[in-house]
């Protein structure tokens, strides 16, 4: 049997590196940065992918290590949350990973800063597992109205969403700045043909590495 939530999160991992023209960090500190790295090295994007109705993990652990890597570096951080609308019985469905790869699509995603992601975290009930010490899941749902600045969820967020600017890039794209920064970079490296392709991507694309 293959590791499903291995596919899903190459699958996303992938869309964002094609939909915002960012590369891998090639970093001595694999595992304690994000992954991913815009092309001049101003801001990192970690990617979480889950279903739906399931949501992206943020880990404390995780999280802590970012903020404390990435602050060193004067580097702008933020997260990808990946949706997809395959609920259950994934690999009775898909019997191979190239059938799961291929049948994945964008559902929604969500860019948002490392402020947010920190704040989301630090005010919800935390979960803890043998396999992921203290985390909180984001679902789409939740997503969304961190989006629309619903007045509960920030309140709850403790942060002031006037200094948050959301865009729509797409119908199935959205991402939030703070105080719109980074806002035009983005907008010029964004490549919305890439939202509706799917199947395996080519390894081609992922050989340009930024050191850090």
């Not at 991992?13 to 001049?40: C, M, T, W, Y």
């Not at 402020?115 to 789409?140: D, G, M």
Request: some cysteine.
């Amino acid at each position: 049997m293959y590791d499903t939530r291995r596919i899903i999160g190459k699958f996303f991992e992938h869309k964002v590196i094609q939909l915002f023209d960012l590369v891998i960090a090639d970093s001595e500190d694999s595992g304690r940065v994000p992954d991913l790295i815009s092309r001049d090295g101003s801001f990192y994007v970690e990617v979480k992918s889950s279903a739906y109705n399931n949501g992206g993990v943020i880990n404390e652990n995780q999280l802590n290590r970012f903020n404390k890597k990435i602050q060193a570096k004067n580097s702008r951080r933020f997260y990808a949350f990946g949706y997809h609308s395959i609920t259950k019985n994934i690999q009775e469905q898909f019997p191979t990973e190239q059938e799961l790869s291929e049948a994945l699509s964008i559902r929604s995603l969500y860019l948002f800063p490392f402020s947010i992601v920190r704040a989301y975290f630090s005010h919800n009930t935390k979960i803890n597992t043998p396999k992921h010490q203290s985390f909180v899941q984001l679902r789409e749902k939740q997503a969304e109205r961190i989006f629309t600045r619903d007045e509960d969820i920030w309140r709850c967020l403790r942060l002031n969403p006037k200094y948050y600017r959301p865009l729509n890039l797409h119908d199935k794209v959205k991402i939030m700045t703070r105080n719109g920064r980074l806002e035009q970079q983005i907008l010029d490296s964004f490549h919305p043909e890439f939202i509706a392709q799917t199947g395996a991507i080519p390894c081609s694309l992922l050989r340009f590495v930024v050191p850090v």
